[in-house]
């Protein structure tokens, strides 16, 4: 019902900045709720980055407060992560999640990553 697709991944060096996105598409796209980004290192358990609700409340992991942003156009139905200040322990998988509301099937969906490297 829902496809996510994650974008503006790539190499940088510490102290630069990237911008995420991730568009969503397919039937259930209206009925989007939170949309959040997570991220996996190697060898490392996936963790959840930010997180936006469809009414604009945001919540960040501590490793990321005052460097990354997160926001979200609903009338795209996009989501995005702007990174700043990257640091090489930023390097990851960065994956884009959804859910949809309870009322219409409360179901989540995963992007399939983009990847973000930050170099010393």
């Known amino acids: 019902q829902v496809q996510l697709v994650e974008s503006g991944g790539g190499l940088v060096q510490a102290g630069g900045s990237l911008r995420l996105s991730c568009a969503a598409s397919?039937?259930?796209?209206?009925?989007?709720?939170?949309m959040s980004w997570y991220r996996q290192a190697p060898g490392k358990q996936r963790e959840l980055v930010a997180l936006?609700?469809?009414?604009?409340?945001?919540n960040y992991a501590d490793s990321v407060k005052g460097r990354f942003t997160i926001s979200r156009d609903n009338a795209k139905n996009t989501v995005y992560l702007q990174m700043d200040s990257l640091k090489p322990e930023d390097t990851a998988v960065y994956y884009c999640?959804?859910?949809?509301?309870?009322?219409?099937?409360?179901?989540?969906?995963w992007g399939q990553g983009t990847q973000v490297t930050v170099s010393s």
């Open positions: 936006i609700t469809r009414g604009g409340n945001t």
């Open positions: 999640s959804t859910d949809l509301r309870p009322s219409y099937t409360g179901r989540v969906y």
């Open positions: 397919g039937g259930g796209i209206f009925s989007i709720n939170t």
